[in-house]
């Protein structure tokens, strides 16, 4: 029997749509399917790996314990009775907050696993929730919370309109897109050009998104926020921003104006690296240029005044006029829309509380990562205890991953909910494995919010279950309604709460149903109304067009008046600090990361097809760099900085600009047991044993994992 199956990528934000062969319950061959609406034939090459993921027979497929012998195998039933009882034990004895949850990066892209996820953290009902956003896109949520009164007012850039492109800190044609979900980069990108526009970026690398742009600059990690001052007063000294339509539209004008003065490109040009002339001549071009518009991704986040930067890089699309309007920066508009949920569930605060140590604020309700180790580590009242990970691996991912791996094997509990048994992982008690991807269905709930374009589509699982296993949503419901049971009451009556909430959990295909209904397209449970719901949605295979992005409005822009907030204090009181570190001495050497197309963050490594060939892992330096320290291409070397060391090869190349080096993160899986049997041959080495926890981005506490200072010698 062969069929074809259409479905959904999740392996990033680009939502390629996959025609997968399937015969004999096996999968023969997989392509991109080029009636998708969305990505109309792309696909990447990890796309295809999906199939490798799952037939990949170190992926775990039955729950794991650890013992004195090592890990045995152990039934569901017995495994998630032992969680919920040693969870409930620590609630019980240290209170909830004694139990740490930390859920990763694959969650965004997991409709049943983000909604289970919920569950079972209400169900802990612990305030140490930690994610991968500290790690990632906090200062974007930050910014839409400050300035459009919604922490899910994520501006995507209207790529297939804009006239000029300037990127920061954003390498899509290695990641594919980030909170610009777009499919087919390359072909989006060389549009722009076609069209007669421009694309330019700044990134202290000479990227592989470089060969697509028309200008790249190095720009200093960690320098985006004195940058965009100068562009922001550069702008403004034009002489030509329509005051009169920004004060209609922002809160704000005159102070932006008024705080950037203090800021002229030749001030920060030499903190930069980026030539005045340059700052002030883009700055003409973006008043000139029709739908001229600034996007920044991760570069721009994760370094010690990401947060600043990052409410800069909106104030500017603001300023130029390129906001919520065709071809600007706008907000999509998807089909079933979290935004209500998310308001009830996350909330649209920070700083509600403080991390127990060292009182870094929550936002949205999670913690920063940075302060993991030390909760566990620091005794007291409220010491964490016990530790949930799902679909994480921070050992390898948050800021000095060594002294974590450190405290995790001292908890009195850990659980995770993995596919693999890696750095992280390795230190529970219990591993509870998932179905594989290809095993459930696809809805992509978060990436819709954040898409260049609006459609809608909704893939059945490709394969059928094992029998016996559970997906995601069923493990951390089972285990929410168990640890439930158990914290509300002891025996028989605690037994009864967690078979009513069992049996009261809807299908999380039902909750896409009802959100479909409700949602902005959907036919609101009205009888005969034409709109979307989940069978209308499942019929077309290939997914729904919902047309180009439209202007949202008061939709997106949710705060009182209806204007956007350009000033918020919280920023410009942190701007005494960046005008200290603009003015400071720089470090000699500074590390960045590096992404690849062919590898994704810590976990695509043990897949044959996606390693093979030259290493990926090396130390990249510039000739002058280690020309200086006698390094030459392929030496060895040892990486010193605050929080710890490693050693490497080097690669010698001017990719990278003087003073700045660069290593990928998501390798040093041998740390683990070795069960990932290729990605523990391949070696490398964990880059975050390098970044330093105890040193955070000062409003949020977000991790700092660009521009850290390091040494460089031959080992
Ligand atoms: N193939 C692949 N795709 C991925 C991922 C992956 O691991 N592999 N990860 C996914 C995830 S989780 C995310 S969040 C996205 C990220 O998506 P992107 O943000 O597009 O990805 P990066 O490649 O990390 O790009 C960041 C760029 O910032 C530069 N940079 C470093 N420091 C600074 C700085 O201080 N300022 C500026 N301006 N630039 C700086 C780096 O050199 C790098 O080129 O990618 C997603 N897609
Ligand atoms: N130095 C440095 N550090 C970084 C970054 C950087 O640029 N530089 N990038 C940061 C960013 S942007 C991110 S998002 C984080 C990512 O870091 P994390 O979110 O902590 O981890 P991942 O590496 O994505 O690992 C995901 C884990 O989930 C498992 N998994 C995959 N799919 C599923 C699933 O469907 N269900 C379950 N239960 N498990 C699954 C995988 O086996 C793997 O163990 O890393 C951050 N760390
Ligand atoms: S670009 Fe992203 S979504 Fe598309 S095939 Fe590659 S990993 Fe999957
Ligand atoms: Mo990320």
Redesign the pocket.
């Known amino acids: 029997m062969s069929a074809v199956q259409y479905h959904t990528c999740n392996l990033?934000?680009a939502m390629c749509g996959l025609a997968f062969t399937v015969v004999d319950g096996a999968v023969t061959t997989v392509r991109g399917d080029e009636r998708d609406v969305f990505s109309r034939g792309h696909l990447?090459p990890?796309g295809p790996a999906l199939r490798e993921l799952h037939e990949d027979p170190d992926r775990l497929r039955q729950p794991l314990r650890r013992t004195a012998k090592g890990w045995e195998p152990v039934g569901w039933e017995e495994a998630l009775e032992e969680a919920a009882d040693r969870l409930a034990a620590i609630v019980r004895r240290d209170g909830p907050d004694a139990v740490a949850a930390y859920g990763g990066?694959p969650m965004a892209n997991n409709h049943g696993g983000a909604l289970g996820w919920q569950a079972l953290l209400a169900a802990l009902g612990t305030r140490n929730r930690f994610d991968?956003n500290s790690q990632?896109?906090n200062p974007k949520i930050f910014a839409a919370m400050q300035m459009y009164g919604d922490g899910l007012s994520i501006t995507v850039p209207d790529i297939d309109r804009v006239g000029m492109l300037v990127m920061?800190?954003?390498?899509?044609a290695?990641?594919?897109?980030?909170t610009m979900a777009l499919g087919d980069v390359r072909t989006r990108l060389r549009g722009v050009r076609e069209r007669g526009g421009r694309v330019v970026l700044?990134?202290?690398?000479r990227?592989e998104?470089a060969a697509l742009c028309d200008e790249h600059h190095f720009?200093?990690?960690?320098?985006?926020a004195a940058l965009l001052l100068g562009l922001l007063c550069a702008l403004f000294e034009t002489g030509r921003v329509d005051v009169t339509a920004l004060d209609a539209r922002a809160r704000g004008g005159a102070a932006l104006r008024a705080l950037s003065a203090r800021f002229p490109p030749e001030r920060v040009a030499a903190c930069t690296g980026v030539d005045a002339a340059v700052v002030r001549r883009l700055a003409a071009e973006l008043l000139s240029t029709p739908r001229a518009v600034l996007y920044?991704?991760?570069?721009?986040c994760?370094?010690e005044h990401g947060v600043l930067a990052t409410w800069l890089v909106e104030c500017v699309n603001v300023v130029t006029g390129n906001f919520d309007r065709p071809g600007g920066m706008m907000f999509p508009r998807p089909a079933a829309d979290i935004g209500p949920l998310a308001r009830v569930l996350l909330g649209n605060q920070w700083g509600r509380h403080r991390s127990r140590v060292r009182g870094l604020p929550e936002l949205a309700g999670s913690l920063p990562s940075a302060v993991m180790a030390e909760e566990m580590e620091t005794p007291g009242p409220g010491q964490v205890r016990g530790f949930v990970t799902f679909a994480g691996n921070p050992v390898l991912s948050t800021p000095n991953g060594p002294r974590l791996a450190r405290a995790l094997a001292k908890l009195d509990f850990m659980v995770s909910i993995d596919h693999y048994l890696n750095p992280t992982t390795c230190h529970a008690h219990l591993v509870l494995p998932p179905v594989s991807a290809l095993e459930r269905s696809h809805f992509a709930l978060l990436m819709h919010t954040v898409a260049v374009r609006n459609t809608v589509k909704y893939s059945a699982p490709v394969l059928d279950r094992e029998p016996g296993s559970l997906d995601d949503y069923e493990i951390l419901t089972e285990l929410a309604a168990r640890v439930a049971g158990r914290r509300a009451s002891a025996g028989f009556a605690g037994r009864s709460i967690t078979r009513g909430l069992r049996a009261a959990r809807p299908h999380p295909d039902a909750i896409i149903d009802a959100l479909l209904r409700l949602g902005p397209y959907g036919d609101r449970y009205v009888p005969g109304r034409d709109g979307l719901t989940l069978a209308k949605v499942r019929a077309a295979v290939h997914g729904i067009d919902l047309g180009e992005l439209e202007p949202a409005g008061r939709a997106k822009v949710r705060t009182p008046d209806g204007r956007v907030e350009l000033m918020p204090t919280v920023y410009t009181e942190a701007i005494p600090h960046l005008e200290r570190w603009i003015d400071a001495p720089r470090p000699a050497l500074v590390l960045?990361?590096?992404?690849?197309?062919?590898?994704?963050?810590s976990w695509m490594h043990n897949v044959s097809s996606l390693v093979k060939g030259r290493d990926r892992t090396a130390l990249w330096l510039h000739p002058d760099d280690a020309l200086e320290r006698g390094v030459v291409d392929g030496d060895r070397v040892r990486v010193v900085a605050r929080a710890g060391r490693v050693e490497t090869r080097a690669r010698v190349t001017d990719e990278v600009m003087r003073g700045v080096v660069?290593m990928p993160h998501?390798y040093g899986q041998s740390a683990g047991d070795g069960i990932e049997r290729v990605a523990s041959a391949l070696g490398g080495v964990n880059v975050n044993a390098l970044t330093d926890e105890s040193v955070v981005e000062p409003i949020l506490g977000d991790s700092i994992l660009?521009?850290v200072p390091v040494a460089v010698e031959r080992a």
């Open positions: 990033c934000d990447c990890k990066n991968a990632d896109s920061l800190g954003a390498n899509p290695a990641s594919m897109g980030s700044f990134d202290p690398r990227t998104s720009l200093r990690p960690g320098s985006d920044a991704r991760v570069g721009t994760q370094n960045i990361g590096r992404r690849h197309l062919r590898s994704l963050n660069s998501g660009n521009g």
